[in-house]
């Protein structure tokens, strides 16, 4: 069972992905827990969800929560159907290494459907008291 979620919405804007890790570091200090994972795998969800996941004037929600066990998952949302595919590693490319980063720092990520469609892209993130 998870303690209730920190919630924020932003606009589906490149510029609002630091409002985003600020979010996730104040919840995470209120946790008592290091936030760094957190702020960088929260960065690659939102940047996704605005690349590819949101049109103009769209807005992605952010959320933070931590399980009773002491896991701890942030997730983006956002209304694009198509669920995220981890690219195979390309070293010319000047992008498309967002999930490779996540799945490096993650226990374990994963997406799902929206019933009122979209997507919500999770990731557990190590709980590691400061």
Same mark, same amino acid.
């Given at each position: ?11 589906? !804007?490149?510029?609002?992905?630091? !409002?985003? /890790?600020? +979010?996730?570091?104040?919840? +995470?200090?209120? =946790?008592?827990?290091?936030? +760094? ?17 949101? /049109? ?6 952010? /959320?933070?929560?931590? =399980? !009773? ?7 983006? =949302?956002?209304?694009?159907? $198509? %669920?995220?595919?981890? /690219?195979?590693?390309? +070293?010319?490319? !000047?992008?498309?290494?967002? %999930?490779?980063?996540?799945?490096? %720092? ?7 459907? %929206? ?6 892209? =999770?990731?557990? $993130? ?5």
């Amino acid at each position: 069972m998870a303690v209730e979620p920190q919630t924020l919405v932003i606009k589906a !804007e490149l510029g609002a992905v630091r !409002e985003a /890790r600020e +979010f996730v570091a104040l919840a +995470f200090g209120g =946790w008592g827990l290091e936030d +760094f994972a957190a702020r960088t795998v929260v960065s690659e969800l939102v940047t996704n969800a605005i690349r590819h996941g949101s /049109r103009e004037g769209d807005h992605v929600v952010v /959320r933070a929560y931590r =399980w !009773e066990g002491g896991g701890v998952v942030v997730e983006a =949302w956002d209304r694009s159907d $198509v %669920l995220p595919v981890v /690219r195979p590693v390309d +070293f010319a490319a !000047e992008s498309g290494r967002g %999930l490779q980063l996540v799945e490096a %720092l993650v226990r374990r990520w994963g997406a799902r459907p %929206l019933n009122e469609g979209g997507k919500v892209v =999770w990731a557990e $993130v190590e709980a590691v008291e400061v």
